[in-house]
């Protein structure tokens, strides 16, 4: 019989570039020891780590409110830490968080969750937290940011479960407009999204709900062309899914995607044989992080059909 729980994994990023620098001893006694401490952050607020992953945790809480409080100072005091280390040895951490029914075995547990949560670790970029809207709806209104990525394909599950992004940057502006649920109009599900305008160095196109599925890529065959050798000769597609604008990444190398309203390279989502809805207006990097400035980077621009986005301001 299963239990109701939080599951947490945090994972380091960058560790091999840091075996690399540091040689194999030195890097393992600091991972070791990153790693201890963040078992004794999930401890201090009720978790209990389950195993470590060599550089990860996989954790579990009773409930989503104090697995939340502790991926928050998580991160938050991991990113002063990191201010002090040289650049080339900055690990920062990726954190998945799902709740359900987890069942314990032997020590080790299992569940729907646990795989939702580390796949989500996965995704997550470098200083990312994100959690699934079960989590969000046990925090207490306008306790934490967050910001919805929508309904993300996850790889083995058939319903995509919607996603946020927790914001726990303490310089984050004190007001957040936070997307709500669509409002659905009367014209049916395919009227939420309107059109799509991308843009890349001179070249500016509007592609409308007629138009896609489209690609976008190195080649003349692709509707968006991006001529840079890090883009894929067919690097991504936008399709049209239950009335929302779908980026899917099938490169080489991935695709990054940033939000109008986020901070910093933080608020990168990075794409690997995965896909997230496209919403308001951002950029899509191209086989790079937006954080290289040489990234071949499109802007976006998505425009609604007859569905309203409602916002709401949270202090």
Same mark, same amino acid.
């Given at each position: 019989?299963?239990?109701?729980?939080?599951?947490?994994?945090?994972?380091?990023?960058?560790?091999?570039?840091?075996?690399?620098?540091?040689?194999?001893?030195?890097?393992?006694?600091?991972?070791?020891?990153?790693?201890?401490?963040?078992?004794?952050?999930?401890?201090?607020?009720?978790?209990?780590?389950?195993?470590?992953?060599?550089?990860?945790?996989?954790?579990?809480?009773?409930?989503?409110?104090?697995?939340?409080?502790?991926?928050?100072?998580?991160?938050?005091?991991?990113?002063?830490?990191?201010?002090?280390?040289?650049?080339?040895?900055?690990?920062?951490?990726?954190? /998945?968080?799902?709740?359900?029914?987890?069942?314990?075995?032997?020590?080790?547990?299992?569940?729907?969750?646990?795989?939702?949560?580390?796949?989500?670790?996965?995704?997550?970029?470098?200083?990312?937290?994100?959690?699934?809207?079960?989590?969000?709806?046990?925090?207490?209104?306008?306790?934490?940011?967050?910001?919805?990525?929508?309904?993300?394909?996850?790889?083995?599950?058939?319903?995509? $479960?919607?996603?946020?992004?927790?914001?726990?940057?303490?310089?984050?502006?004190?007001?957040?407009?936070?997307?709500?649920?669509?409002?659905?109009?009367?014209?049916?599900?395919?009227?939420?999204?309107?059109?799509?305008?991308?843009?890349?160095?001179?070249?500016?196109?509007?592609?409308?709900?007629?138009?896609?599925?489209?690609?976008?890529?190195?080649?003349?065959?692709?509707?968006?062309?991006?001529?840079?050798?890090?883009?894929?000769?067919?690097?991504?597609?936008?399709?049209?899914?239950?009335?929302?604008?779908?980026?899917?990444?099938?490169?080489?190398?991935?695709?990054?995607?940033?939000?109008? /309203?986020?901070?910093?390279?933080?608020?990168?989502?990075?794409?690997?044989?995965?896909?997230?809805?496209?919403?308001?207006?951002?950029?899509?990097?191209?086989?790079?992080?937006?954080?290289?400035?040489?990234? $071949?980077?499109?802007?976006?621009?998505?425009?609604? /059909?007859?569905?309203?986005?409602?916002?709401?301001?949270?202090?």
């Amino acid at each position: 019989m299963g239990v109701n729980s939080t599951v947490v994994f945090a994972d380091l990023t960058g560790s091999t570039r840091v075996f690399e620098a540091m040689g194999n001893a030195r890097a393992t006694e600091t991972v070791t020891r990153l790693t201890q401490w963040i078992g004794g952050v999930c401890e201090s607020h009720g978790g209990r780590v389950v195993k470590s992953l060599g550089d990860g945790v996989f954790a579990i809480f009773g409930n989503g409110v104090t697995a939340t409080r502790a991926v928050l100072e998580m991160q938050r005091n991991h990113q002063k830490r990191l201010q002090t280390w040289p650049t080339p040895l900055r690990m920062e951490l990726q954190i /998945g968080v799902a709740s359900g029914e987890v069942v314990e075995v032997d020590g080790d547990c299992y569940g729907d969750a646990v795989n939702l949560a580390s796949r989500l670790s996965d995704l997550a970029g470098p200083g990312q937290i994100w959690a699934t809207e079960s989590v969000i709806d046990q925090l207490h209104e306008g306790e934490v940011r967050h910001r919805s990525l929508g309904p993300i394909n996850i790889r083995g599950k058939n319903e995509m $479960p919607i996603v946020h992004r927790i914001d726990w940057q303490d310089e984050v502006s004190e007001f957040l407009t936070m997307p709500a649920s669509l409002v659905p109009s009367a014209r049916g599900p395919d009227s939420s999204f309107g059109q799509i305008e991308l843009a890349w160095l001179d070249v500016r196109t509007l592609f409308r709900v007629e138009d896609l599925p489209i690609h976008l890529g190195r080649v003349d065959e692709a509707q968006f062309v991006v001529n840079d050798p890090r883009v894929s000769r067919l690097h991504a597609r936008i399709e049209l899914r239950h009335g929302s604008c779908v980026l899917v990444d099938v490169s080489t190398y991935g695709t990054w995607v940033r939000f109008h /309203g986020t901070a910093g390279a933080s608020g990168e989502i990075a794409l690997r044989r995965d896909e997230c809805v496209l919403h308001g207006s951002g950029e899509i990097g191209l086989g790079a992080p937006l954080s290289d400035f040489s990234a $071949p980077t499109i802007s976006f621009n998505t425009t609604g /059909g007859n569905v309203l986005l409602a916002h709401r301001d949270v202090r």
